[in-house]
């Protein structure tokens, strides 16, 4: 499978390593040739996990690597997109007039990226259809260590994934799973981004270990920083994520929280006894900034904040949650319940389940793109009567 990873974060590292080693064709690409400079200087990624420690060859028959956007998906039949939802915006606006035919787009995790991606696409003119997903964490716990080494403490085991549109989800999945067997399919993208583990682990970690994170140079949120109060508070907070999924009908497994630290629960997404793998590395003992680390700036104002927002749209109830992002924008001052991934920023808000529901699944959301800005059209100008697309097969005239 020809796969392009994009990012430089603790996840592009480790996809780009396992994808690689699985025999797949990987092409990595980052905004700046330079920030390949330490891997290219050596000529490989040192890669450490549970099998032991490897190199795998950068360029010279290994990872492809580039900073142009366009080659690097040109062949790609599965793009993969670990990055922190807030850069989502910038890199579907750059992406989207590059996406062909077929293609598969996956955000581990997206927090309803796909939509953003679907809207980028729709808004460039490139016809192409593509089905983008995504699921509910990392396919790794992984820390990289300076530009050319990536510990990974462990690997997904399930990853719950929805598409968005949902048609296309048999085409999507099926072409996943020959990068990512342990997929399985949830309902659509929204389904997807409800199951999104980082805005509930994270936010009551950064926000009741604030003393202690502003104190110490260094601090394990999921060691001493995960204490019984804590945990109950994790607990209420993933009950309400739940009792949402459940009021808008989504099916079990919900994967609850509490088998991340069980070690004879149902298996979680990184599988049974997780928790101890992630503490027992040490490899989450660090320096977070609660004004600028992405625990912050994604799990709280971007993916919190989607939760709220969406429990807010079904009436039920999110009051944990809610108290969080009031806590949240005490301490950086900014509003943390009304960023650009709420339902109302997304121009979401009006529609009921039903039609939710089945925009997700036919892609009739983009009577949304057309319309959230009266003043101009989405599709831009000159492109409606018969925008030309690159396609793996050449190029074709989409549709007037």
Same mark, same amino acid.
């Given at each position: 499978m020809k796969v392009c990873v994009i990012g430089g974060g603790h996840g592009a590292y480790a996809a780009a390593a396992e994808l690689t080693e699985n025999d797949h064709h990987v092409t990595w690409w980052r905004r700046e040739q330079s920030a390949f400079d330490a891997l290219t200087s050596v000529g490989h990624l040192d890669i450490k996990d549970h099998r032991g420690a490897r190199r795998i060859t950068v360029d010279g028959g290994g990872i492809s690597v580039t900073s142009d956007l366009r080659d690097a998906v040109a062949a790609a039949d599965v793009i993969v997109i670990p990055i922190p939802a807030f850069a989502h915006d910038d890199l579907a606006t750059a992406l989207a007039p590059h996406l062909q035919d077929g293609q598969v787009v996956y955000l581990p995790p997206g927090s309803f990226g796909s939509f953003i991606f679907a809207r980028a696409l729709h808004d460039s003119g490139n016809p192409a259809d593509v089905a983008?997903? /995504?699921?509910?964490? $990392?396919?790794?716990?992984?820390?990289?260590?300076?530009?050319?080494?990536?510990? !990974? +403490?462990g690997y997904a085991t399930r990853l719950p994934t929805g598409v968005f549109p949902a048609r296309h989800t048999d085409r999507a999945l099926a072409t996943l799973t020959e990068v990512y067997p342990s997929v399985e399919r949830v309902e659509h993208a929204l389904s997807g981004a409800l199951m999104n583990a980082g805005p509930i682990i994270h936010p009551p970690l950064i926000l009741m270990n604030a003393g202690p994170l502003e104190h110490f140079p260094a601090w394990d949120i999921h060691n001493e920083g995960t204490q019984d109060s804590i945990r109950r508070v994790t +607990? @209420?907070?993933? %009950?309400?994520? #739940? =009792?949402?999924?459940? @009021? $808008?009908?989504?099916? %079990?497994?919900?994967?609850? $929280?509490?088998?991340?630290? +069980? =070690? @004879?629960?149902? /298996?979680?997404?990184?599988?049974? =006894? %997780?928790?101890?793998? &992630?503490?027992? +590395?040490?490899?989450?003992?660090?320096? #977070?900034? &609660?004004?600028?680390?992405?625990?912050?700036? /994604?799990? !709280?104002e971007i993916g919190l904040a989607l939760l709220s927002s969406v429990g807010h749209w079904a009436s039920v109830p999110t009051p944990v949650a809610d108290g969080l992002l009031a806590l949240a924008g005490a301490i950086t001052g900014r509003a943390t319940g009304t960023g650009g991934r709420t339902l109302e920023a997304l121009g979401l808000s009006d529609l009921d389940r039903d039609s939710m529901s089945d925009s997700c699944g036919t892609d009739s959301l983009g009577d949304h793109f057309e319309c959230r800005d009266s003043g101009r059209r989405a599709h831009g100008p000159g492109n409606r009567g018969g925008a030309r697309v690159r396609t793996r097969r050449g190029v074709r005239r989409g549709p007037p």
């Open positions: 983008f997903a /995504e699921t509910g964490t $990392l396919p790794y716990l992984a820390r990289k260590y300076g530009e050319s080494r990536v510990v !990974v +403490s +607990s @209420a907070l993933d %009950a309400e994520r #739940i =009792a949402v999924r459940r @009021a $808008l009908g989504y099916s %079990a497994p919900h994967f609850p $929280l509490a088998d991340h630290y +069980s =070690a @004879a629960g149902d /298996e979680w997404m990184y599988g049974n =006894a %997780a928790h101890e793998k &992630l503490t027992d +590395s040490g490899d989450w003992r660090e320096k #977070i900034d &609660l004004h600028t680390h992405r625990y912050m700036t /994604e799990d !709280v």
